[in-house]
């Protein structure tokens, strides 16, 4: 796995994206024939995370929380926390894009794939450590991981710093009702883990297949 942009991009791309390098990137990867839309939503992922910095600033200054427009309130799953910047149903399900915050040794969802979606994960701070078909990979401030359909995969925090991420899965027909009846599962174990069986129907629903 390299850790800037290459000619050679492999299924399971990562790459550096600062600077407005996102753009480079999307040139990239429409070489490789990767997803049309994920290549489009590169291109607009910049503003994002512009608008995303503008607020910490702000809010690092007036000790508030400023709400952005389009967003959705918080979802916390267990120790997890995701904030929607845009919901698939709202995009017309062509984009869906949210933000993952993972505190140190936080409790996370079993490796898994989806067949109907590509997924790509943008670090924002701290590092988030993803296992992609079994091998390790770090996604750290500005860098890209692009995780294609059917790849099995899931992540983890084991550092002492919190890790905050842009998660953009394309087509966006992956929502927030998903992650809501997965915290509703989650967030009702009380003294255990949530049910598995009620935790495996949820994302068989929604397209998700736990791996085995």
Not at 49 to 60: F, G, H, K, P, S
Not at 176 to 200: H, K, M, Q, V
Request: hydrophobic fraction near 40%; proline fraction near 7%.
């Amino acid at each position: 796995m390299t850790k800037t942009p290459s000619m050679q991009l492999n299924p399971h791309h990562k790459s550096t994206a600062k600077q407005g390098n996102l753009r480079a990137y999307c040139k990239l990867v429409n070489e490789e024939r990767v997803s049309a839309a994920t290549c489009y939503t590169m291109g607009h992922l910049q503003n994002f995370i512009n608008e995303m910095e503008a607020t910490d600033r702000m809010t690092q200054a007036t000790q508030t929380t400023v709400a952005k427009e389009g967003t959705t309130p918080e979802i916390r799953i267990g120790q997890l926390a995701l904030r929607f910047l845009v919901d698939g149903p709202a995009s017309g399900a062509s984009v869906t894009i949210f933000e993952l915050t993972v505190p140190p040794g936080a409790k996370v969802p079993a490796a898994h794939s989806h067949d109907a979606f590509d997924e790509t994960i943008y670090g924002l701070e701290g590092v988030l450590t993803m296992t992609l078909n079994g091998q390790q990979v770090e996604v750290g401030p500005g860098e890209l991981l692009f995780i294609p359909r059917g790849a099995v995969h899931r992540f983890d925090n084991p550092l002492a710093a919190t890790s905050r991420s842009l998660a953009v899965i394309t087509p966006g027909i992956l929502g927030s009702s998903y992650f809501r009846e997965l915290a509703a599962i989650a967030n009702a174990a009380t003294g255990g883990p949530p049910d598995p069986a009620a935790i495996a129907a949820v994302m068989l629903r929604h397209g998700l297949t736990p791996a085995k």
